[in-house]
């Protein structure tokens, strides 16, 4: 067994650290595949960042490059084939990407932690729970396994797994779905990060379930006091629980805002058009209005908006220029803090 | 053809379920005729009694013991009318899915009925049972394994027609196809092309064709959309209703979406481990939900709007669904309830309009199985 970080280097008590910008900052990534069918551009310039005890939430289809820029951050991406030509990742104002593989392990699981969409396939169907929760604090922490397995079971008692002591040598196919999501929430806390990158974590999960998990995530964050970046596709689930969203389309932001904000009067077309498209529990509408088209192929994006052969409003210049993401602002010009949409015609879509 | 009628009292507590009118067919073309018998929009056409599915847990390799049952589907009772929508919602486990089996015939009920415009399905085989099966045909969740990789789009669709080839005389194939395609939205000339070519919402309409080929009068959906994206599940949904009117089809819905099925549904059943928990219209369900499993079930449901979240009351469930094998006694709901007494352990609750809401004129005026069932609004902010 490798003990990653035996060293006395046991990183410093959080707020201490004299960097005071956010959390992590992502700055003009870019990540692209090279493919026998040629270079998919999955990520094309993503800016965002989170501070300590905040949720942002990354809203967009597949393959809008929402889990290629979470996997970037974590440093799991598949290289090749995938490579990063451009951009930077700050943690605590320090580039990741510049750092040694070595520096890296130290950062991932410690300070910035993962939960992944499928729990089953997630975990080891060979080894117990207790085992592979205990893996974190062994390899990490160098813990004897004896330490290890008292520390997973004060972990899946945190993330309220009934009979923790009892179950602590179950394998993962003992669970159902809902408590294998709590055991992945509490491996990604085991040594209480500064940031969890959740992808999709209750897309899996029934209502009922999602509703538990949800609840109890955003429970140990303030806890915790941790930043988090909830990746999804589902609009409910961000609107419960999101301080700030970024609306993802073909690798790029097109829209960025405060939940309230973006919900009550969205400024970019795409957001607008998923907003009208997903059917209300407490109204029964007539026919969904529906966003037409494909979401297009990374390999081929269309030249100018990578929107514009679905969107309503395309002009001449959606098919020419990119539009940047601009600064979204009252009618009158004061500046709404936080918002920017990716639009030539923003102003046309908030202010109708 | 002697028409029999058949009451039990079970069924007069019972609204939601009308009076199954039996054909008595004695030889197959008798049958097969009353199959083919139109139906008016809005008579029942569909009929399901009591419907059971255990599926036996064994032991042992060589001489195989019955140690117990998976009681996925353990006594519903529903009826779908000519032209609606039926919704099934439940959690994962509840036996959805084994219901869609079940009514497609490929699974055979443990017991009960169902009748297809008077005839049992369950007791059908031969000419009479391939031509129930004509009528009835099937969506599936995956577009992406429900479509055999090796076979070209035109040959997924056409399959249809080598199993029934008197819907569509052979020459005329290659047309009926293009002609479904160009139906479901898509480019006729792709009939060559494999299904991988395609992207999920296409493949998906890829499927919904195939179940159109042989003009069925049903169509059961089991989660149609739930592999799709957002802005592509409204596009397909869209055209699940554009058929249902063209084609004058009854859908079955099964989803563990709540709000698509409120979208699409006239009417909505509440599935729990096995049994229907509530049942009624769409606004009795979604406005007036009288059955906490209900009432839970949709305070759950994310809003996309976050000034709602604030205003909403939010019932939480305790721990998981119990295992279908070994069900709680009374009402299976009661392990994870918060208003559970002595009595819900002891007596099974009925699936009818409770007492209290008997004769009152009331949307909460429905069948909901629960003892202490009681009006309670979880969609609307307070």
């Known amino acids: 067994m490798t ?9 410093a008590p959080r707020g201490s650290e ?9 700055r003009d990534l870019h990540v692209e595949f090279h493919t026998r069918d040629g270079v998919a551009k999955a990520v094309n310039g993503v800016n965002y960042s989170v501070d300590a005890g905040e949720t942002l939430a990354v809203l967009g289809e597949s393959g809008s490059g929402k889990s290629v820029t979470a996997q970037a951050v974590m440093g799991i991406l598949d290289m090749p084939p995938g490579r990063i030509p451009k951009g930077e990742i700050l943690f605590r104002g320090q580039d990741m990407l510049k750092m040694s593989g070595e520096e890296r392990r130290k950062i991932r699981g410690r300070r910035i932690a993962m939960i992944f969409q499928d729990a089953l396939s997630s975990l080891n169907p060979v080894l117990s729970v207790g085992y592979q929760l205990g893996e974190m604090f062994r390899v990490h922490e160098g813990l004897s396994k004896k330490e290890a397995k008292a520390k997973a079971i004060e972990m899946m008692d945190r993330v309220k797994i009934p009979a923790a002591a009892a179950r602590v040598n179950d394998y993962p196919h003992q669970f159902s779905g809902g408590m294998r999501q709590r055991i992945m929430i509490a491996m990604a806390l085991a040594l209480e990060p500064d940031l969890i990158i959740a992808d999709e974590p209750t897309t899996a999960l029934d209502v009922t379930v999602q509703a538990q998990v949800m609840d109890l995530l955003a429970e140990l964050q303030r806890e915790y006091h941790m930043g988090l970046i909830l990746i999804t596709h589902d609009l409910g689930v961000v609107a419960d629980v ?4 970024a609306v993802m389309y073909a690798g790029r932001i097109v829209e960025r805002a405060p939940v309230h904000e973006l919900y009550k009067r969205p400024a970019h077309p795409y957001t607008k058009g998923l907003l009208d498209s997903i059917p209300r529990l407490d109204q ?3 026919e969904l209005y529906a966003i037409k088209g494909l979401p297009p192929n990374l390999t081929r994006i269309p030249s100018g908006c990578a929107f514009n052969p679905r969107c309503p409003q395309a002009q001449d210049i959606c098919r020419t220029d990119i539009p940047p993401l601009h600064g979204v602002t009252e009618q009158d010009g004061t500046e709404l803090p936080g918002r920017a949409s990716a639009c030539h015609f923003w102003k046309e879509t908030i202010h109708g | 053809m002697a028409e029999l009628s058949k009451t039990d009292g079970q069924d007069e507590a019972m609204p939601n379920v009308s009076e199954v009118e039996v054909v008595d067919a004695h030889t197959e073309a008798e049958a097969v005729a009353a199959i083919e018998a139109p139906v008016e929009r809005g008579e029942p056409i569909l009929q399901v009694r009591d419907l059971v599915k255990h599926f036996p847990l064994t032991q042992g390799i060589l001489f195989k013991k019955k140690i117990g049952a998976v ?4 006594g519903i009772s529903f009826d779908l009318y000519q032209g609606e929508t039926l919704g099934i919602v439940g959690e994962s486990g509840c036996g959805k899915s084994t219901v869609a089996k079940l009514l497609m015939n490929l699974e055979r009920a443990t017991a009960g009925e169902i009748f297809y415009k008077g005839q049992d399905v369950t007791r059908l085989s031969g000419r009479a049972l391939k031509a129930v099966r004509r009528n009835i045909q099937m969506v599936f969740q995956d577009p992406y394994t429900s479509l055999n990789p090796r076979m070209t789009v035109g040959d997924i669709i056409g399959e249809p027609f080598d199993i029934h080839p008197e819907v569509a005389p052979k020459g005329d194939r290659r047309r009926r196809v293009q002609e479904l395609l160009d139906v479901v939205g898509l480019n006729p000339e792709y009939i060559n092309r494999y299904p991988h070519q395609f992207s999920g919402g296409q493949r998906q ?20 959309v739930s592999a799709l994206d ?35 549904s006239d009417r909505v059943g509440v599935m729990y481990l ?3 928990a509530e049942i009624g219209t769409d606004t009795q369900i979604y406005d007036h939900p009288t059955h906490p499993y209900t009432q839970a079930l949709l305070s759950a449901v994310p809003v996309p709007d976050p000034e709602a979240r604030e205003g909403r009351e939010r019932i939480i469930l305790t721990g998981d669904v119990p295992s279908p094998a070994d069900p709680p006694s009374g009402c299976r709901f009661r392990t994870r309830c918060w208003k559970a007494q002595d009595k819900c352990a002891e007596e099974v609750p009925l699936l009818a309009v409770p007492e209290r809401f008997q004769g009152v004129d009331s949307p909460a005026a429905h069948e909901s199985a629960c003892h202490f069932a009681e009006e309670k609004d979880v969609v609307h902010a307070a």
């Open chain 1, 3 to 11: 003990i990653i970080d035996e060293t006395a280097d046991i990183p």
């Open chain 1, 18 to 26: 004299d960097h005071t910008g956010p959390l992590l900052e992502v």
């Open chain 1, 242 to 245: 999101a301080d700030k969203i």
């Open chain 1, 284 to 286: 029964k509408g007539q």
């Open chain 2, 71 to 74: 009681k996925a589907v353990d």
């Open chain 2, 205 to 224: 309409r890829i499927g919904i064709a195939r179940g159109l080929a042989l003009n069925p009068e049903i169509i059961i959906c089991d989660e149609p």
């Open chain 2, 230 to 264: 957002v802005s592509v599940q409204a596009q397909v949904i869209n055209l699940m209703e554009r058929l249902q009117d063209e084609f004058n089809l009854s859908y079955v819905f099964i989803a563990h979406d709540l709000s698509i099925v409120r979208h699409i």
């Open chain 2, 274 to 276: 096995g049994k229907m």
